[in-house]
């Protein structure tokens, strides 16, 4: 789909709610005006985070975050990002730049589940992360709390060996690496004979039901937990239940419109939720997405973030995203100096297996 | 190409390239000291002079696997013996961690960490002819073109 820039008459709401914009001299309105009406190319599309927050605002309906990936593609002549610095070196990058020309390879973790189940969990990057990730979380323990969770729902699930779904590519402006991957993924799945293909990452979320062609229904856990009767919620007459708040990954909240489901998977479990200042659609980004931009600016954003967080008191901090989880983990690890924040973060299918556990301890 | 050509390519045996990290301190005069002693060792790998070996990123290593080496051999200090202390404490973890991440990909065997002091010229001529042997085993990259 070509993007719709054209459309933009000027208004500037996007460069006035831009979340990069509070740290870095940022504007979406200037570079679009730049590329409709003299055809410059600017850098600023390098700054910019993918969060959906200026196309959800946008009174014309300007999709700039798909214009910064189509730009970025365009103007990719020396490898993926050129125009900027990718986290941890780019080795996520190069993995998946392998994989897709590896014909075997896979993301690979041990539990299997039911071979001829029609539903399918895919756990994304998850073993990636634990390798190369120097913070203290179990990545992988998000991919077994999901097949408990999905085990207890009795969906039966299989753990599906695909490879990397490709998002980091996609928006780095590597298309030709995506492509790949999208095309041994979208084989892999109709191979694997299933029907419906749950993710727990709000990345391959949006990239498996937007950006792929798939003949399966693409959910996120979230939705089948909402409705999902866990045994969670039988004390909270009595008990107030863990005060947590949410964090709206960008990817499954402002791209996919899905704001609800986590929040009511965390009622139904018995959790009470304090919103954050900014929540929903505006809540504000964990600064990192595609792997970009891992630098002092978005590091601000992450402390904003988290001292949002702060202010409502909760206990746990939730998201639905593993990259969240890691960049809002490294940077409060980072501040512990200086500041004090006392709550958890974890990811929501962690917390409610978790609570499903405690439950039953009692 | 005639068939005399063919023929002659088809007997070539295969020669893996094989990309070999050193540090400055031990492993580097390790291989100093298997040349000025002429142990002969087989001429496949190529040399790269790093000061430490906790120095190398994973992604130079994925990177040399990109770019079509058949195996990766990472040497240092024995631990105890750093330069820097604990830095080859460092490469050990990530070792380990890289050769989890290269199993995925199907490569895990292609990279190997071992340690060599400056004394042990023989030790290195040893761990480069096991190595060579076990990439010839295995075969060309699958990465490379």
């Given at each position: 789909m070509p993007s719709n820039i054209q459309l933009c008459y000027q208004c500037g709401k996007c460069t006035a709610i831009c979340p990069v914009r509070r740290v870095v001299k940022t504007s979406p309105r200037t570079t679009i005006y730049q590329s409709n009406v003299y055809g410059i190319d600017s850098?600023?599309?390098?700054?910019?985070?993918?969060?959906?927050r200026c196309y959800d605002t946008c009174p014309q309906g300007v999709d700039y975050p798909e214009f910064v990936r189509e730009e970025r593609a365009n103007r990719d002549s020396t490898g993926a990002g050129a125009g900027t610095k990718i986290a941890h070196e780019g080795v996520f990058t190069l993995l998946a730049g392998m994989m897709a020309d590896l014909g075997n390879s896979r993301t690979t973790?041990?539990?299997?589940?039911?071979?001829?189940?029609k539903v399918g969990y895919y756990p994304g990057c998850l073993d990636f992360h634990d390798m190369f990730f120097?913070?203290?979380?179990?990545?992988k323990a998000i991919a077994v709390s999901s097949m408990e969770l999905l085990g207890d729902m009795e969906l039966d699930p299989k753990l599906l060996q695909m490879k990397c779904c490709g998002h980091d590519q996609l928006w780095q402006g590597d298309k030709t690496t995506f492509d790949k991957l999208k095309e041994q993924n979208t084989k892999l799945i109709e191979e694997s004979g299933i029907e419906t293909l749950v993710t727990s990452c709000a990345e391959c979320y949006r990239t498996l039901s937007q950006d792929y062609d798939l003949p399966v229904k693409v959910v996120h856990i979230s939705q089948l937990l909402k409705?999902?009767?866990?045994?969670?919620?039988?004390?909270t007459t009595t008990d107030p239940g863990i005060n947590v708040t949410y964090h709206d990954a960008c990817r499954l909240g402002r791209h996919m419109g899905e704001y609800d489901a986590p929040r009511d998977a965390l009622t139904n479990s018995g959790a009470s939720i304090t919103e954050m200042?900014?929540?929903?659609?505006?809540s504000w980004c964990c600064g990192v997405s595609s792997m970009m931009n891992c630098n002092d600016r978005s590091k601000a954003l992450r402390k904003a973030k988290l001292d949002e967080a702060k202010d409502t008191g909760a206990d746990v901090l939730i998201t639905t995203c593993p990259k969240c989880l890691a960049h809002l983990t490294c940077m409060k690890t980072e501040q512990e100096s200086v500041e004090n924040y006392e709550f958890e973060i974890k990811d929501l299918t962690v917390f409610l297996a978790e609570q499903k556990g405690g439950k039953k301890d009692e | 190409m005639t068939d005399f050509d063919l023929e002659l390519d088809s007997n070539l045996e295969f020669e893996p390239d094989i990309l070999t990290f050193c540090c400055n301190w031990c492993s580097y005069a390790g291989a100093d000291l298997a040349g000025v002693s002429r142990l002969q060792y087989p001429a496949n790998n190529r040399i790269v002079r790093v000061m430490?070996?906790?120095?190398?990123?994973p992604t130079f290593i994925l990177e040399a696997f990109k770019e079509g080496a058949d195996g990766v051999l990472v040497t240092g200090c024995h631990i105890g013996d750093c330069h820097y202390i604990e830095g080859n404490e460092h490469t050990d973890v990530r070792m380990k961690e890289m050769v989890e991440a290269l199993e995925r990909l199907g490569l895990g065997e292609r990279l190997h960490l071992e340690w060599v002091s400056a004394a042990e010229g023989k030790k290195f001529q040893e761990t480069m002819i096991d190595f060579v042997e076990k990439i010839k085993a295995l075969g060309p990259s699958p990465l490379k073109q």
């Open positions: 850098d600023d599309i390098w700054n910019c985070l993918t969060c959906n973790l041990k539990e299997a589940g039911n071979e001829r189940s120097n913070v203290d979380v179990d990545f409705d999902a009767n866990l045994n969670t919620s039988t004390a200042k900014h929540n929903k659609n505006d | 430490c070996s906790s120095r190398i990123e």
